[in-house]
C-alpha cells in the first residue's frame, strides 16, 4: 500500500500499513538541487534541499527539543533515517534523464534534517548516481510526485547549482505550463473527494532542470 511521503514520525510509523488518503496535495517542499561533479567533470550525483511547508514542519518536530530549544540535527537523526527509509520506495521522487533514457540511483548518504529559526525543517541529503555520466549534451532533472500528493516548487533564488562542474556547464531551471481547464478541474474534483488526481498527474506542475556541458 501507498504510504505519504514522510509521514514517519512515530504516530505515523506505527500504522504504516494502512493507505492514508489526504486532499492534494497535502505536503509542500521547496526544493533546492546542487549538481555535483566528480574530478572527471561528469556528473556524479545531486544533493537534495527540501524545505517542508509550516504545518508539515510543526508535524515532524512534535515532543522533540527541550523546552524553548529547537530540536538539534543530533535529536532529529532517527527522523531523517526514517524518511530517507520511506523516499527510497518512492525513488526520491526524483527523475533524470540523457539522452531520453532515465537514470538509476545508488543508495544516498549524508541525510540530515535541521530546524531553521523559522521553525521550517529541511531535509539535506546527497543521492549519487548508479554511474558517473557526462552532461554533453544535456540531462533533465525532474523532483515530483506523481500522485501529488506533495507539491515539490523550486525555490525562486538559486534553485539550482552547479558544483565541480567543468567550464562552460550550465543549468537552468524552466517552471510548468498553467494546467489546462479539465485539469484544473481534475485535480479540483480530487481535492474535495480526498483522492489521488490522477497517476503521473505531478509531472504535470514539475520544474524542468536542463544541465548541459559543452
Not at 518512492?90 to 538509476?104: A, D, M, N, P, S
Not at 506533495?150 to 556547464?169: H, I, K, R, S, Y
Not at 478541474?185 to 473527494?193: D, G, T
Request: aromatic share 10%; hydrophobic share 45%.
Amino acid at each position: 500500500m501507498r504510504l505519504i511521503l514522510f509521514i514517519c514520525v512515530a504516530l505515523i510509523v506505527q500504522i504504516c500499513g494502512v493507505r492514508v488518503v489526504f486532499a492534494h496535495p497535502h505536503v509542500w517542499v521547496t526544493a533546492r538541487a546542487i549538481v555535483l561533479f566528480n574530478a572527471q567533470g561528469q556528473v556524479a550525483g545531486f544533493r537534495h534541499i527540501w524545505t517542508f511547508d509550516e504545518m508539515y514542519s510543526a508535524f515532524q518536530i512534535q515532543g522533540l527539543g527541550t523546552g524553548d530549544k529547537l530540536p538539534t540535527r543530533a535529536q532529529l537523526a532517527p527522523l531523517a533515517q526514517t524518511n530517507m527509509e520511506s523516499l527510497a520506495d518512492f525513488g526520491f521522487f526524483t527523475f533524470v534523464k540523457l539522452g531520453g533514457k532515465q537514470l538509476e540511483f545508488a543508495s544516498p548518504h549524508d541525510a540530515h534534517l535541521d530546524v531553521g529559526a523559522d521553525k521550517l525543517v529541511t531535509l539535506t541529503y546527497d543521492l549519487p548516481l548508479r554511474e558517473p555520466v557526462s552532461a554533453r549534451p544535456a540531462m533533465t532533472l525532474q523532483v515530483y510526485d506523481p500522485e501529488f500528493f506533495v507539491q515539490f516548487d523550486f525555490a525562486e533564488t538559486d534553485p539550482v547549482t552547479l558544483a565541480g562542474a567543468p567550464p562552460g556547464c550550465s543549468s537552468s531551471a524552466s517552471k510548468p505550463k498553467p494546467l489546462e481547464a479539465d485539469e484544473s478541474k481534475k485535480l479540483s474534483e480530487a481535492f474535495f473527494a480526498n483522492q489521488s488526481p490522477g497517476s503521473n498527474f505531478g509531472i504535470k506542475l514539475a520544474t524542468r532542470v536542463i544541465i548541459a556541458c559543452p
